[in-house]
């Protein structure tokens, strides 16, 4: 009896400490943008989402707040912030932009999370949509977050930048 109560002891302990490895990251801090390690920015704005060009040496800073159902992103670009909501749900999330809006469903690969969608804005040739995933991870110590972005431009050809911040 107390065999077998010590093996089912080992393997309760055993999950928890699965389960503890397991556990989803925490984005959570506030994060500058590294201008040396990351991709230039072009006239995308990964990280973000939206549309609207940008010199290639702004400051971009991101301030994300996550909890277990949430996700939120305020990035600040000069002078410029803008703001930008998600659930871990799975559900689908709409957040407006300066020139339209972002729809997009969230999941986890791993320890990765992703953000998958469509952008929907005005330009000058009308309204046009754009899918777009962005992936987001954490160095092991948890001190460099990547957003790694892919999105189709308004001709259709797929870019994919890489953004690299240090944390705050």
Avoid: H
Wanted: net charge positive.
């Amino acid at each position: 009896m107390m065999k077998r109560n010590l093996c089912l002891g080992l393997l309760v302990f055993g999950i928890v400490l699965l389960a503890l490895a397991m556990a989803a990251p925490n984005f959570s801090g506030t994060w500058v943008r590294d201008k040396a390690k990351s991709d230039p920015m072009g006239m995308g704005r990964p990280g973000g989402g939206g549309g609207g060009g940008q010199a290639p040496d702004v400051e971009i800073t991101l301030t994300i707040k996550q909890d277990a159902n949430s996700f939120e992103v305020a990035t600040q670009r000069g002078e410029r912030t803008s703001e930008a909501k998600y659930t871990l749900d799975g559900k689908e999330n709409t957040n407006a932009t300066g020139r339209g809006s972002t729809v997009s469903k969230s999941k986890w690969n791993g320890d990765v999370l992703v953000l998958e969608g469509i952008r929907k804005f005005s330009g000058p040739n009308g309204d046009m949509e754009m899918p777009f995933k962005d992936e987001y991870s954490l160095s092991a110590d948890g001190k460099v977050l990547t957003v790694k972005s892919t999105s189709n431009n308004p001709q259709g050809e797929q870019q994919t930048r890489k953004q690299v911040y240090n944390k705050k």
